[in-house]
């Protein structure tokens, strides 16, 4: 069973940062892409950023800039700085991850429960 728990949103002002956290645990063998989605209300999910195990990142253009992922492949995890917010930031983030489990072999794309980030003056 594999798990990713998220953490690190929150209520801010805007122009200003929060950072995100995802940790996956469980039986890993390994991780490819790792990434960030969001939902705000009454819109579809959408890709935020990812970054593949060598390093490799893509972003919205909504973000760039403004936001930087990254990870520590020695801890399973990875990282959502987001500076500079903006209230239509505002929406419910999720980690993604696509993962090779260690019993079965199979690759798999998990997901994170989700963490509210609101951006309000």
């Known amino acids: 069973q594999v798990q990713l728990v998220e953490s690190g949103g929150g209520l801010v002002q805007p122009g200003e940062s929060l950072r995100l956290s995802c940790a996956a645990s469980?039986?890993?063998?390994?991780?490819?892409?790792m990434g960030w989605y969001r939902q705000a209300p009454g819109k579809q999910r959408e890709l935020v950023a990812k970054i593949l195990r060598g390093g490799t990142t893509n972003y919205a253009d909504s973000v760039k800039g403004r936001f930087t992922i990254s990870r520590d492949n020695t801890k399973n995890t990875v990282y959502l700085q987001m500076n500079s917010l903006k209230p239509e930031d505002t929406a419910v983030y999720y980690c993604n991850a696509n993962i090779r489990d260690s019993r079965s072999w199979r690759d798999t794309a998990y997901w994170g429960q989700g963490t509210q980030v609101t951006v309000s003056s």
């Open positions: 469980g039986s890993i063998f390994s991780i490819n892409a």
